[in-house]
């Protein structure tokens, strides 16, 4: 019985281990650029710079984003996010701070 159970436990971490592992890759995707700013997707997030320089921050928070694409005008920024199985268009505007 000790057998079974240790057998037990041990598939058990192994499939927690297994399901844990990211399917994202860590790899810069699609690049959107406008008059001041820099969009990318990493890690399954879009962040921003600024053209000139400094340091990049998230624009959002919520489950998996990607494809980053400035409005003609450059005001807002439209990229796709997934959260759980649901997937819809979002847009925000460049400006919009989201605290990392």
């Known amino acids: 019985m000790f057998k079974i159970l240790q057998l037990f436990i041990l598939i058990f971490l192994f499939a927690i281990h ?15 650029v406008n008059q ?3 969009a990318f997707a990493y890690a399954g997030k879009i962040w921003l710079v600024e053209r000139n ?3 990049a921050r998230r624009l959002n928070d919520t ?4 494809n980053p694409v400035f409005s003609p005008d450059g005001k ?3 990229f ?3 959260a759980a199985i649901l997937t819809s268009t979002f847009r ?3 400006e919009a701070r989201q605290s990392v």
């Not at 297994?18 to 959107?32: D, E, K, M």
């Not at 489950?63 to 990607?66: C, H, I, R």
């Open 53 to 55: 320089g400094g340091a």
């Open 92 to 94: 925000r505007q460049p």
């Open 63 to 66: 489950g998996a984003e990607n």
């Open 76 to 78: 807002q920024i439209a």
């Open 18 to 32: 297994i399901f844990a592992q990211s399917n994202t890759p860590l790899l810069i995707g699609r690049v959107s």
């Open 36 to 38: 001041t700013h820099i």
């Open 80 to 82: 796709v996010g997934t």
